[in-house]
């Protein structure tokens, strides 16, 4: 089968690759219908992370199963699924708290490289979430976000605590900020402020549900917060870029005993704890358990109530996943669909 | 009137100091009961924190009011009260959301100096509580930990989301750590984990509920936390220290979607985010809003539900307040009590 490979920084070729199948009793093998480039994929291209190449990549996919181990129960060959980046049993005593992403048995699919023709699913009963039916053509952007960005955003807000009576500010306005917006607002909060100074994200922030917009950033965005919220600060904040500014930016912009949601992945930051301490916020995140949410946000795009697929402003197919990272590095796209 | 100050880091003296007096007419002037050496005043008398010298000390208090200003409403001269260690407003947005130790109005009682006979209190209807009654003797210990240490504490747990079901490890066996466990237990939590090696301050993490001890620090310590709870990390975790090893040994106790509530003011902590990123718990702490409990915590003292003043292990005249900065200094006290 093809499949992206990265090569070293900002090398990503599109080759033959092993074809997977059934490795144990609990795994799938579905056929992909999409893929896409995450934000993450960019540390690696662009040298911020290590890469230890050749690597396939990718970890957001849907699409339909075709081969099940003998042990799994709730999805069948010719099902359209939804998965997350991370594998989990869905079972353990984490999982059943709601944090699937710290599964005591979980699994990177990234390692496993998504953005392919196929893919191997470990712990497939707890990993995957079948759509009721065959889903439109038109519906596979919006449940493919579902996988990652979608499910990130929302726990960024639920993190947060998005909710009604609440202003919650949004620091980055990649895919996963714009998604924390529209998930602010799914889950009640009054009043949603996007941190953005890119004119077409302002507009999708706003399509989403963002009542304000703030362009100024780092300390005069958290002065300019603070201006517009009785001088206290956001109640809830999503900090979805992973910089030490970005972290400083969200905590700053958080009042006494607010929350702060944070789901980029970190990068280079170290926390005062001093600060924190006076700071007084609560703050949670981390590896979005995106599984939990999978059932809400699959019904919320089947029954048309969100549009999360706008995210991709990019439509390229797989053999062209070199464009696609390109893109997006350089801020042309916000994201960027591989159609398989 | 007499009064602690300290004149640079070991240099404690009782000296005379200008009495105080009503200055705004939201103010209280009390008379002291009794005062206390805190944790946080032993950063400066090690130097590890700067001290701008001659500097008044303390900031628990328990006595009875003797003036107050014209605009004073819940309390009158002669009743008993007790008081936090900010003071605050009770009614700004910031105090109604139960932050009170970041009222925007709020003042900091440790540079007017409790550790002494008289001591003004700022926005008094908002600082103080009165006691149903007068105390009897022995009832004065118990009430003056809930001025700082008890409301600490228990601050502590209610971030750690200490209750029923779940298992809670306190870092830190000073009268906060202490306390906490206290505050644990009074909060249903159903498993409490002392981690101390001091036998004396076990056995009072004993009596006040832990129904387990820990000897082990560090990574040892975050090993067995893991051991006894099914290799998952407590739910709930009290750091009541403020290093970077007990911060670590706090993080590192806690399972994937569990709380850290941390309470010891932080000193020289820096926290990696990629980390506490991965950690995936919960974070919150801060300066404890021991206002909001108050009423509670006085009601437990009051009916002899609780009896939390067994955490002083020393019991001075404030005129020997050199003795007991000493004593918490080398570790010999847990907590000295100054009688006014």
Not at 105 to 124: D, H, I, K, N, S
Not at 178 to 191: H, K, M
Not at 205 to 230: L, N, P
Not at 260 to 278: K, S, T
Request: contains cysteine.
């Amino acid at each position: 089968m093809r499949g992206v490979v990265m090569h070293a920084p900002g090398d990503i070729r599109v080759e033959r690759r092993e074809d997977p199948g059934i490795v144990a009793p609990t795994d799938a093998v579905i056929r992909l219908s999409a893929s896409c480039v995450c934000g993450s994929d960019l540390w690696p291209y662009r040298g911020i992370e290590a890469v230890e190449g050749p690597a396939p990549m990718g970890h957001e996919y849907v699409g339909v199963v075709e081969e099940v181990g003998s042990e799994v129960r709730t999805v069948a060959p010719g099902r359209f699924v939804v998965g997350s980046f991370f594998a989990s049993d869905n079972t353990c005593e984490i999982c059943r708290a709601g944090y699937q992403s710290s599964c005591v048995r979980r699994e990177l699919m990234g390692t496993l490289g998504a953005q392919a023709e196929r893919l191997r699913v470990p712990l497939a009963d707890g990993t995957l979430v079948a759509t009721p039916d065959m889903p439109s053509e038109d519906l596979i952007p919006s449940l493919l976000t579902a996988s990652d960005v979608l499910g990130t955003g929302w726990f960024g807000a639920v993190a947060a605590q998005a909710g009604p009576g609440r202003t919650v500010a949004v620091v980055g306005d990649g895919a996963v900020g714009l998604l924390a917006v529209l998930a602010a607002r799914q889950l009640g909060a009054e009043r949603v402020i996007a941190m953005s100074r890119h004119e077409p994200r302002q507009r999708l922030a706003r399509a989403f549900g963002a009542t304000d917009i703030v362009t100024e950033r780092g300390d005069e965005g958290v002065a300019r917060i603070r201006e517009m919220t009785g001088g206290l600060g956001a109640h809830s904040v999503v900090e979805a870029v992973g910089t030490q500014e970005s972290m400083l930016q969200a905590i700053g912009s958080t009042r006494p005993g607010g929350h702060v949601g944070y789901v980029g992945v970190a990068h280079g930051v170290a926390l005062d704890g001093q600060e924190l301490f006076f700071s007084h916020v609560h703050l949670h995140g981390g590896p979005a358990p995106v599984r939990q949410y999978l059932p809400r946000l699959i019904d919320l795009i089947w029954n048309r109530r969100i549009d999360p697929g706008r995210v991709f402003d990019l439509d390229l197919p797989l053999d062209r996943a070199a464009e696609a990272y390109r893109a997006m590095d350089e801020r042309r796209a916000v994201k960027a669909l591989l159609r398989v």
